[in-house]
């Protein structure tokens, strides 16, 4: 591990500025290490003060962490919670007419919910749910548009214990369908379509081709939201309008009180086998995860209007939309469309519009947004911001700078967070109130995350080398285990040959340099990320295996100036090599088919053939070799492995 090396050389400092730091709930470095060594001390301690503090318990726990069986942590287990209940009641005394959600649909339309009209939905939806038989522990997948109703069914199936699955609504009925059947879920709640970028997307429709792929009969009703009013199919035994269902139900719903373990969700993300792995959270840990991590990154403040452009499909909009947010009383925004539509102007205009102060995003959508316009920001007025933050990949230093001087007006903190959906929140993130910031670097650990550097045993490595991320204790907001499937959750995160398996295991690589600082390099197994989102190298591979023409595929990922990395494919097929025209015909054939099988986010960028893959003498497909070829780079490398050298030359020729 110590020959990683990396290429970065980033030496611009940005010292948190005094006014900033007066008013930050952690001000200065002094009071960040104090909450530091109070963890490092006892951290039990530390996170039982947290969650008394933070969460308001139906029945206090009397024991902080339960490591009897490890990996299978347990926190806070004989309390009892609601988790609907902390995000919502709790604020009814206080400040039920204070605005939880802005809402902005794609053609512009705003929608506000208070307090109290957003626990009204809740707990109507609730007792919709419960009406349609749902009951504690069962699963329902949520695939809906980027709506307050989404957040409303999220919210609705924690109030009754239910467990949601939320599926992205980008994915195929494909990927839908093998979501619906691992989790086993008795209702799917949707909408008829989804809107964005002006473009109508059938939900629905596409529901009912995963239903017709068999095997999910666990789903006993579908209940489906009236975006569009667009005709839809409608199976009146099956399927109930969302509308139609609540109007009949009562606004009052006593929560559900679970355990504090009470798994709140799963949501399924890729790794480097084929199939995707259902994270399963629990119940207070995670919340308590994603409201220190509001309070202490975000400097959340009673006055602040919130915007997390994250879609509620994926970890982000979870943690900074569905939950965090509303637990500590927070107004924010939620935005139905692309950054993009009408104009590129659009991300601008909403910040002016509601005043927003803390803005998170990608910064997949920060490089495009450059692109498009990088002098449209100073055209508005975005003066009400105070914070900026950036999730979902490293942040390459130039849209730092453009983000921090074009954005923030070189007034507002960038926090660069590093987290995964498996941490539930924030792990490693600028308190921005007391760090000095590095452009590139998501800088150190946040108290009670026990960060390291360790090499293939374990071990600690030097400073300044590279080596694999993990985190050495359990902390509250951690995965529980992989839906249906501990044992594959053991081997992946916490492996036995990395310290005994006592470390849970990130996937990616990083070093930390002189000040202690973490820079992220990249993902250690197969994964790609592509504008922010995870996908599996495999996943990809055997869907383009699954198509008759192909024989045998490997896939690869180049960077890539606005998605950060794209997906390359070197493709075997099982006829003769095509001659141009045919081989653009079937490259639009195979790019359809991934976006069918899988959903639009993966189709391969470009697409390469060649008689057959570069192969050491034992089969094995030479990645590393394929990487470069990507890059359209001169292969250096030893080849002498290599049995079939005259490939390369084949598979060098890109067909555009
Ligand atoms: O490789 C890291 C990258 O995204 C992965 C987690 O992806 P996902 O579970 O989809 O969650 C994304 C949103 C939390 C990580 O293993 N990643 C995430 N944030 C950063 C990052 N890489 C560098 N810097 C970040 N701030």
């Known amino acids: 591990m110590s020959v990683i090396e990396s290429v970065l050389n980033e030496t611009r400092t940005f010292p948190p500025n005094g006014t900033f730091v007066k008013q930050a709930n952690v001000s200065g470095m002094a009071a960040y290490q104090a909450m530091c060594t109070e963890a490092e001390k006892d951290y039990k301690n530390f996170w039982a003060k947290q969650a008394n503090h933070y969460l308001l318990w139906h029945s206090p726990f009397s024991q902080v962490l339960d490591e009897s069986d490890p990996p299978f942590y347990k926190w806070f287990n004989d309390g009892e919670i609601n988790i609907s209940y902390n995000c919502l009641d709790r604020h009814l005394s206080t400040q039920p007419d204070k605005t939880a ?6 053609e512009g339309e705003i929608t506000k919910a208070t307090y109290r009209e957003l626990h009204q939905s809740v707990c109507q939806f609730a007792n919709a749910l419960k009406a349609q ?6 699963r329902v997948v949520i695939y809906m548009p980027m709506r307050i109703e989404a957040v409303v069914a999220m919210q609705a199936c924690a109030r009754i214990g239910a467990i949601h699955s939320v599926v992205f609504g980008g994915f195929s009925a494909k990927s839908l369908h093998e979501r619906i059947t691992d989790a086993g879920a008795v209702t799917i709640i949707t909408a008829d379509e989804q809107v964005r970028g002006g473009k109508h997307h059938p939900l629905k429709a596409t529901v009912d081709e995963a239903m017709s792929m068999g095997g999910a009969n666990s789903v006993k009703s579908i209940v489906v939201y009236q975006r569009s009013g ?14 139609e269902i609540t109007q009949l139900a009562n606004i009052d719903c006593e929560p559900e009180w679970v355990n504090a373990e009470h798994p709140l969700f799963t949501l399924y993300t890729s790794g480097s086998t084929g199939k995707p792995k259902g994270v399963q959270h629990s119940s207070a840990g995670y919340l308590l995860g994603t409201m220190v991590s509001m309070q202490w990154v975000f400097d959340y403040k009673s006055s602040d209007i919130f915007w997390c452009t994250a879609d509620v499909g994926w970890i982000t909009g979870h943690s900074y939309v569905a939950y965090g947010p509303l637990a500590m009383g927070a107004t924010q925004v939620i935005f139905e469309g692309v950054p993009t539509y009408p104009n ?4 601008w205009e909403i910040i002016q519009k509601h005043k927003v102060t803390t803005f998170y995003t990608a ?49 507002c903190p960038i926090v660069d967070t590093w987290w995964q959906t498996e941490t539930g929140s924030h792990m490693i993130a600028p ?23 360790v ?48 470390y849970y295991l990130a996937g990616d690589s990083a070093y930390r340099d002189d000040d202690g600082y973490f820079w992220i390099m990249g993902r250690i197994d197969d994964v790609l990320n592509v504008s922010g989102h995870r996908l599996g190298t495999m996943e990809i591979e055997s869907a383009l295996v699954a198509n008759p023409l192909v024989a045998e595929a490997a896939v690869v990922g180049k960077p890539h100036e606005i998605k950060g990395e794209s997906v390359i494919a070197f493709v075997v097929l099982k006829g003769q090599l095509p001659q141009a025209e045919e081989a653009s015909k079937i490259i639009l054939e195979l790019r359809e088919w991934v976006a069918q099988e899988i959903g639009p986010i993966a189709k391969p960028e470009e697409i390469r053939f060649g008689e057959n893959l570069p ?3 034992s089969g094995k497909i030479m990645r590393r070799l394929l990487r470069t070829l990507a890059k359209d780079e001169e292969i250096t490398q030893d080849i002498s492995t290599l049995e079939n050298p005259a490939i390369l030359e084949q598979l060098k020729k890109s067909i555009k």
């Open 363 to 411: 910064p997949t959508a920060i490089r495009s947004l450059i692109k498009l316009g990088p002098d449209l920001p100073e055209k508005h007025d975005l003066s009400s911001l105070r914070l900026l933050g950036s999730v979902g990949e490293p942040i390459n230093p130039e849209a730092w700078m453009w983000f921090y001087e074009k954005v923030g007006q070189s007034r």
């Open 101 to 106: 959600i802005i809402f902005e649909s794609d």
């Open 431 to 453: 308190l921005p109130g007391a760090f000095t910031l590095k452009p590139g670097s998501c800088s150190l650990p946040l108290p009670g995350i026990q960060a390291a550097i």
């Open 615 to 617: 192969k050491t003498r």
């Open 133 to 138: 038989n749902i009951k504690k522990g069962d």
């Open 344 to 347: 590129a102007s659009r991300f």
């Open 230 to 243: 667009s005709n839809i199919p409608f199976n009146p035994d099956r399927d109930v309008w969302w509308h």
């Open 455 to 502: 090499d293939e045993t374990g071990q600690d490595v030097e400073q300044g080398n590279g080596g694999f991320l993990v985190i050495k204790n359990p902390f509250p907001s951690q995965i529980r285990t992989l839906w249906k499937d501990p044992e594959r959750f053991k081997k992946v995160y916490f492996p036995e040959e990395i310290d005994q398996g006592k």
